[in-house]
């Protein structure tokens, strides 16, 4: 997004489905190319205990 910088929530949400997409894509061919998964219950767990902090962090961050 800091390339294409992105005006209002529509061209944001546009450049997050990209970025989306691309990461989707590059997580295939990984697999594709090892034959093994690249999210096991493992790091899911972390990702979703990451996802969950940085969520608590941008609402504990908002001022009112």
Partial sequence: SK???PQGLMQNKQIAREGGTVA???RAEI??????SVVTSANAR????SKNSSVKRLIG???K
Avoid: I
Wanted: hydrophobic share 25%; glycine share 22%.
């Fill in 3 to 5: 390339k294409k910088v």
């Fill in 24 to 26: 989707g894509v590059a």
């Fill in 31 to 36: 697999e594709r190319q090892t034959g093994k």
């Fill in 46 to 49: 972390g990702l979703r205990a």
């Fill in 61 to 63: 961050g908002k001022k």
